[in-house]
């Protein structure tokens, strides 16, 4: 009988796989470099993987999951919406977290060519932010509205940080960062932005 999977391998090889990402990006990615860097073979690759899409799905599921967890050390319930936006900013603006940005948007570029590459990744991409963000919104009880505004100050944020990328502009963003944390501490400001939303996703239907 032939021999499985090594659990562990895989798990230690993912770990490398992901900086290695991180470091050079995912347009070009070939198995051969990347065997070579890691100090491993293509075959050890594909053999514990399947194939190098399955990889990539996965190394990029894991440096999702590691953005994730760098937010979910602070306590939601705990911190205010703006100190956990402040957080975010604070993680995506630094060395991890502009190299996170730009694998996804790589992962943006690559799944508008090909749609079933990261269909599943797509579905669930920053579910755990938004999750973590509405959860302070509703003190630990959010509500479809929580949820709304989480989604929405989100992608404010991450819109911010892709300027920042494309730019340069560091000081620009940072001051449009502020505008939107004093609608954040403002719950009246919320609730309007929260309702206009709404309002845009009737209309659309």
């Known amino acids: 009988m032939g021999r499985h999977p090594n659990p562990q391998r895989k798990v230690d090889l993912i770990a490398e796989i992901v900086d290695y990402i991180l470091d050079n990006g995912l347009t070009d990615l070939s198995l051969r470099p990347l065997a070579k860097e890691l100090g491993t073979s293509t075959y050890?690759?594909?053999?514990?993987?399947?194939?190098?899409?399955a990889m990539v799905i996965d190394a990029v599921n894991h440096?999702?999951?590691?953005?994730?967890?760098?937010?979910?050390?602070?306590?939601?319930t705990s911190d205010s919406p703006s100190q956990i936006l402040q957080r975010l900013w604070d993680q995506l603006v630094d060395e991890e977290g502009r190299r996170w940005s730009q694998v996804m948007?790589?992962?943006?570029?690559?799944?508008?060519?090909?749609?079933i590459l990261f269909e599943e990744f797509e579905a669930n991409a920053?579910?755990?932010?938004?999750?973590?963000?509405?959860a302070a919104f509703g003190d630990g009880d959010p509500t479809d509205q929580d949820v709304r505004y989480a989604t929405l100050t989100c992608a404010t944020v991450q819109g911010l940080v892709l300027d920042a990328l494309l730019t340069g502009d560091l000081k620009r963003n940072e001051s449009a960062l502020c505008e939107l944390?004093?609608?954040?501490a403002n719950p009246d400001a919320r609730v309007a932005?929260?309702?206009?939303s709404l309002g845009n996703q009737s209309f659309e239907q």
């Open 44 to 53: 050890t690759l594909t053999y514990q993987f399947g194939s190098k899409e």
């Open 63 to 76: 440096i999702d999951e590691r953005q994730t967890a760098r937010l979910s050390e602070f306590d939601s």
């Open 105 to 115: 948007l790589e992962v943006a570029t690559l799944t508008s060519r090909q749609p």
């Open 126 to 134: 920053l579910k755990g932010r938004i999750d973590h963000l509405a």
């Open 181 to 184: 944390l004093d609608q954040v």
């Open 193 to 196: 932005s929260a309702s206009a």
